[in-house]
């Protein structure tokens, strides 16, 4: 969905969010330091391949993904990064690595790790690499309806 539509969500539901442009920036990191957010607070969405079907999973840009933790939470063994084609054409008008964490829009289940859950407000790509949505993480898990999990550790820098 385009930010468009995403923001008219946000709107049906009555969700205060502010829309924000930035340079073009490609990793989440970089997106948090262009918006002057928190890499924190800046969600971002990564897809697996769990038994065959796509899920997210979302964690702060600071953060990265355990896979032996996300397995262990998950309850499965197979589970796996997904490649780039096995997901491009799900998100059609996304810019490629721009996804929102909407997977749920998507047919996607959706996990995030339970320390983006510590943040009053998130931030989070909003299909393109030059605009995010900030808003309140409660909004955003009220209307997506992720499981929370632990599964990520912060970034050694």
Same mark, same amino acid.
């Given at each position: 969905?385009?930010?468009?539509?995403?923001?008219?969500? &946000?709107? /049906?539901? =009555?969700? @205060?969010? +502010?829309?924000?442009?930035?340079?073009?920036? *490609?990793?989440?990191?970089?997106?948090?330091?262009?918006?002057?957010?928190?890499?924190?607070?800046?969600?971002?969405?990564? &897809?697996? /391949?769990? =038994?065959? @079907?796509? +899920?997210?999973?979302?964690?702060?840009?600071? *953060?990265?993904?355990?896979?032996?933790?996300?397995?262990?939470?998950?309850?499965?063994?197979?589970?796996?990064?997904?490649?780039?084609?096995?997901?491009?054409? @799900?998100?059609?008008?996304?810019?490629?690595?721009?996804?929102?964490?909407?997977?749920?829009?998507?047919?996607?289940?959706?996990?995030?790790?339970?320390?983006?859950?510590?943040?009053?407000?998130?931030?989070?790509?909003?299909?393109?690499?030059?605009?995010?949505?900030?808003?309140?993480?409660?909004?955003?898990?009220?209307?997506?309806?992720?499981?929370?999990?632990?599964?990520?550790?912060?970034?050694?820098?």
């Amino acid at each position: 969905m385009p930010v468009k539509k995403l923001m008219e969500l &946000l709107d /049906k539901k =009555n969700v @205060k969010y +502010i829309n924000i442009s930035h340079s073009t920036a *490609y990793t989440a990191q970089e997106v948090a330091a262009q918006s002057h957010v928190s890499g924190k607070e800046f969600a971002k969405s990564v &897809l697996f /391949k769990l =038994n065959g @079907k796509l +899920i997210m999973v979302v964690l702060p840009a600071s *953060y990265h993904v355990n896979l032996q933790m996300l397995k262990k939470e998950i309850g499965t063994e197979k589970i796996r990064l997904a490649y780039e084609q096995e997901f491009i054409d @799900k998100f059609p008008d996304c810019e490629p690595g721009a996804m929102p964490p909407f997977g749920n829009l998507y047919g996607l289940k959706i996990y995030v790790d339970k320390s983006l859950s510590e943040n009053e407000e998130i931030a989070f790509n909003a299909c393109s690499h030059k605009e995010i949505i900030r808003m309140s993480y409660n909004k955003w898990e009220n209307l997506v309806k992720p499981k929370v999990l632990h599964f990520a550790s912060p970034t050694k820098t």
